[in-house]
């Protein structure tokens, strides 16, 4: 015999609550297999559902498709960020600039090394502090670094900014709508059982073959096992 499958996805949800509306509009309250008092949630599921999902996969979309844009953007500030700093470095090998001139930077001032900038976050502080220190020394009196110039760190330290709080807007909105459906599957799994426990009961006294078919005009869905043939 084939058994009743409830839905698994939000598509096979949407699915299943729209042919119970579909029912519940189309015929007589007298003729309906369920109850009037589930039509309303229903309607409301449906309407969140589909709303929360939408969210969800634009949301997925703009991570995925500014995702290699962004890595790009991410490239280009930590290869001017580094540059700029290996340059600040070399001014001081020279004497140009006092080794304290690193500590306007945020940079241990008896090292030259360039800090780690593996990750965004890593990327963002050091670019605030490479700005903040080269504009700080120029209004000491100090001639721009060249080679890169700070105009053209700030450009892609920007870039690389708005992508970065793009990226984290589209992954929080992702994440709330990810947690939203979450809690709502189990409601809409609750009540669609509820309906089509009533609908199968609504048709119990029919032969097999015919209450499947009655029942499934709800959206029932019913599976067949891989050794059964339909009937």
Same mark, same amino acid.
């Given at each position: 015999m084939p058994y009743r499958r409830l839905p698994t996805t939000d598509a096979a949800r949407i699915r299943a609550l729209q042919s119970a509306i579909e029912c519940a509009d189309k015929l007589e309250l007298g003729e309906l297999a369920f109850t009037t008092r589930y039509i309303h949630p229903l309607r409301n599921f449906l309407q969140q559902l589909q709303t929360v999902k939408f969210q969800q996969d634009q949301s997925w979309k703009q991570l995925v498709d500014q995702n290699k844009e962004h890595h790009k953007k991410a490239y280009k500030a930590r290869l001017y960020l580094g540059h700029f700093t290996q340059v600040l470095n070399m001014c001081i090998m020279r004497d140009e600039f006092p080794a304290e001139t690193r500590r306007l930077y945020g940079l241990d001032i008896e090292s030259n090394r360039v800090p780690s900038m593996l990750s965004e976050k890593q990327i963002l502080k050091w670019g605030q502090l490479l700005i903040d220190g080269e504009t700080k020394r120029i209004r000491m009196g100090g001639a721009p670094i060249m080679n890169p110039s700070m105009g053209k760190v700030r450009v892609w330290y920007e870039r690389f900014k708005d992508s970065h709080h793009s990226q984290q807007t589209a992954h929080k909105s992702y994440q709330r709508s990810t947690r939203q459906l979450s809690d709502m599957r189990r409601k809409i799994d609750a009540l669609i059982q509820a309906v089509w426990? =009533?609908? =199968? #009961? %609504?048709?119990? %006294?029919?032969? #097999?073959? =015919?209450k499947r078919e009655n029942c499934s005009e709800y959206g029932v869905v019913y599976v067949f096992r891989k050794s059964e043939k339909k009937i």
């Amino acid at each position: 015999m084939p058994y009743r499958r409830l839905p698994t996805t939000d598509a096979a949800r949407i699915r299943a609550l729209q042919s119970a509306i579909e029912c519940a509009d189309k015929l007589e309250l007298g003729e309906l297999a369920f109850t009037t008092r589930y039509i309303h949630p229903l309607r409301n599921f449906l309407q969140q559902l589909q709303t929360v999902k939408f969210q969800q996969d634009q949301s997925w979309k703009q991570l995925v498709d500014q995702n290699k844009e962004h890595h790009k953007k991410a490239y280009k500030a930590r290869l001017y960020l580094g540059h700029f700093t290996q340059v600040l470095n070399m001014c001081i090998m020279r004497d140009e600039f006092p080794a304290e001139t690193r500590r306007l930077y945020g940079l241990d001032i008896e090292s030259n090394r360039v800090p780690s900038m593996l990750s965004e976050k890593q990327i963002l502080k050091w670019g605030q502090l490479l700005i903040d220190g080269e504009t700080k020394r120029i209004r000491m009196g100090g001639a721009p670094i060249m080679n890169p110039s700070m105009g053209k760190v700030r450009v892609w330290y920007e870039r690389f900014k708005d992508s970065h709080h793009s990226q984290q807007t589209a992954h929080k909105s992702y994440q709330r709508s990810t947690r939203q459906l979450s809690d709502m599957r189990r409601k809409i799994d609750a009540l669609i059982q509820a309906v089509w426990n =009533e609908v =199968e #009961d %609504s048709f119990t %006294s029919l032969p #097999d073959a =015919e209450k499947r078919e009655n029942c499934s005009e709800y959206g029932v869905v019913y599976v067949f096992r891989k050794s059964e043939k339909k009937i």
